[in-house]
């Protein structure tokens, strides 16, 4: 039930992730395209975006045949017509966390955007580690506000009344935990806070039934950038996880003949 609820969010273009920017997209259109006897090859789904006028491919699946992948693109760019084009710029309601997509678990797909005429741009980095994470240390103490969203929770760790670090994460799905966020404020810094949070993070996660957890990370921030995400990086490649994918979001400028 829970899956045809997801699938059922992706169709109506709507997803407790980002769900900021699928507000701002018209009803999408999804096109099936099936084999001479009835048999579902492959989806994509697509929108227009009244704000700039662009269009959005907001999903596709296609069993990684590039034939199949090609015919959908070309069914999407013909009907949303000559304008500015998008291509996973944000999280479905299908993935866990994927804010875009995973180019070498997707490599036909990858190869059919290119070919039609789509930039990718490598965006995020794609990790993973197994649970629980003995190793890693706890915080003594923090509490839990109530989530965002019914499939996240939030941790906080408060010092006389000031938020020190906070890190949210996501409800297991078949064992699958998300580590959504994880911050520690500046003052709180270099006192091996992030490390604990992380820890308790991962633990909490086990506690929910997770034998694996994922997180994506900004790989695009200049150092020193308000968005520098060096340290974090740091502490994931410390703390057992793997880089298993990177992740890209695309686009089609308009050509004028």
């Known amino acids: 039930m829970a899956q045809f609820s997801v699938f059922g969010e992706a169709l109506m273009g709507r997803s407790g992730v980002d769900a900021g920017w699928w507000a701002e997209l018209d009803r999408p259109a999804t096109q099936v395209a099936p084999d001479a006897a009835g048999a579902v090859l492959g989806v994509v789904s697509y929108a227009l975006r009244p704000k700039d006028a662009h269009g959005v491919i907001l999903w596709l699946h296609c069993r990684e045949n590039e034939t199949v992948a090609r015919a959908l693109l070309a069914h999407a760019v013909t009907e949303m017509g000559p304008r500015p084009l998008d291509a996973f710029h944000f999280a479905t309601a299908l993935t866990l966390c994927l804010?875009?997509?995973?180019?070498?678990?997707?490599?036909?797909?990858?190869?059919?955007?290119?070919?039609?005429?789509?930039?990718?741009?490598?965006?995020?980095?794609?990790?993973?580690?197994?649970?629980?994470?003995?190793?890693?240390?706890?915080?003594?103490?923090?509490?839990?506000?109530?989530?965002?969203?019914?499939?996240?929770?939030?941790?906080?760790?408060?010092?006389?009344?000031?938020?020190?670090?906070?890190?949210?994460?996501?409800?297991?799905?078949?064992?699958?935990?998300?580590?959504?966020?994880?911050?520690?404020?500046?003052?709180?810094?270099?006192?091996?806070?992030?490390?604990?949070?992380?820890?308790?993070?991962?633990?909490?996660?086990?506690?929910?039934?997770?034998?694996?957890?994922?997180?994506?990370?900004?790989?695009?921030?200049?150092?020193?950038?308000?968005?520098?995400?060096?340290?974090?990086?740091?502490?994931y490649d410390s703390s057992g996880f793997e880089e298993i994918d990177r992740l890209y979001s695309f686009h089609q400028s308009l050509i004028l003949a």
Request: proline fraction near 7%.
């Open 99 to 235: 804010e875009a997509l995973p180019a070498r678990n997707r490599p036909a797909t990858h190869a059919s955007l290119t070919a039609a005429g789509f930039a990718g741009t490598d965006l995020w980095r794609y990790m993973h580690r197994t649970l629980p994470a003995p190793e890693l240390p706890c915080v003594d103490r923090y509490y839990t506000t109530e989530p965002a969203t019914p499939d996240t929770r939030r941790l906080m760790v408060t010092e006389h009344g000031q938020t020190l670090a906070d890190a949210t994460i996501g409800t297991p799905v078949q064992g699958i935990g998300v580590l959504r966020w994880i911050g520690v404020e500046p003052a709180a810094r270099g006192r091996g806070l992030g490390r604990a949070l992380l820890g308790t993070a991962l633990d909490a996660l086990s506690g929910m039934g997770a034998t694996e957890v994922i997180l994506v990370v900004d790989d695009d921030a200049p150092s020193g950038d308000d968005r520098d995400r060096t340290a974090a990086k740091s502490l």
